[in-house]
Each structure stands twice: as C-alpha cells, then as structure tokens.
C-alpha cells in the first residue's frame, strides 16, 4: 500500500506541520486531485478539513494542476515546475499529474477548516536540530 509525507500548512499561524501516513490512513488520498477536501479524521486530525495544494512524486517531480495521468513532458512558459531565465522562454519540464497515486511520496496540505483541537496538542514541539 502507499506512503505519504504530509506537509500541512496552517495560514493562520505560518507554521507548518509533518506527518507520515501508511495504508489505510492513505487510503482517503489515492484518486484525490489537487484543490480537493480531505477529511483528517481518517488520520488523526479529528474535525479538521484540509485542502490538497501539491505534492510530488517519488523521484521529485512536482505535480501540476491541469495535466493528466501520472508523469508527462511538457513546454511550460512558467508556474509551477520551471524557473524561467529570460522572460518569453518555455522549456520542456518533466511534471506529475493532479491525481494522486501510489507512486507520489509527499502530499502539501493547507487547513480549510479547523478542528476541536489545536494543532500544537495533535503534533507535539520537536527539538530543534544541530
């Protein structure tokens, strides 16, 4: 079954959350598009209601809205996948389709709708890394 990286953004507080999510906490995910609802009740995050922004797949392509199945070339003008040297140059970029797969390894998720809970008791502060 799949495995998920969760990036959660909260807009309210600038803050950003992780959390990895395996077989059935993933199953709400597989078949979502990009800009969809999830309920995080699957996943602990009881009355929450989180927005799918992106994501990318498992060798790092970005996921852009627009483009079906699951990876395909395209010539882009700019947005999401390219970074542009001149203005009016497009360039061909390798890029993941808008539904979500197995083979997607992180998902970006921001809050549509808060829950009971705040973030800070569901995702205990880590230490800070050295």
Known sequence: MATFKLSIADPKAAKTYKKEVKDNEA??????????NIKGDSFGMLGY??????????????????I???RKKVTILGGIGFKGAQKGIAMRKTVCGHKIHEKISQINLKIAKAGEKPLTEIFPAEAPKQ
Do not use: H, K, V
């Open 49 to 66: 209601e989180l927005q799918i922004t992106g994501g990318s797949d498992y060798c790092g392509f970005p996921m852009r809205r627009g």
């Open 68 to 70: 079906l199945g699951q």
């Open 27 to 36: 199953r709400p995910f597989i078949g979502a598009n990009i800009g969809e």
